[in-house]
């Protein structure tokens, strides 16, 4: 069952995927104390999520310069049988104000 609203991604066996980047600003300057951390709540055993530290420009806040985060990819292990899930994942965020955990959920595509 499609989620409404939600995105869809389709990963092939033995492929990764870039989701996106991850930082925590304020006023252009990082606030994070740690590279975020990404878990898998609900998904199949066949995808790893990870987090590879990077240095990220903030275009959405308008920044002019790269602060630390990380780029949040998925990987799909050996697929033998196509299926169609939900993949909800929890991002964590270090700041120096304490740790926000953040949920995305997708529609998960997987294709031998």
């Not at 989701?19 to 975020?36: E, I, K, Q």
């Amino acid at each position: 069952m499609k989620l409404q609203g939600a995105g869809t991604i389709a990963l092939k066996s033995g492929e990764t995927l870039d989701l996106g980047r991850l930082y925590w600003v304020t006023n252009c300057r990082s606030v994070l104390t740690a590279t975020p951390q990404v878990e898998i709540l609900e998904g199949p055993p066949q995808v790893l999520a990870a987090v590879k530290e990077d240095m990220i420009l903030p275009r959405r806040e308008g920044c002019a310069k790269k602060v630390s985060g990380g780029m949040l990819t998925l990987t799909a292990k050996e697929i033998d049988d196509p299926s169609f899930t939900h993949l909800t994942l929890r991002v964590l965020y270090k700041t120096k104000d304490g740790e926000r955990k953040y949920s995305h959920v997708v529609n998960l595509q997987l294709l031998p």
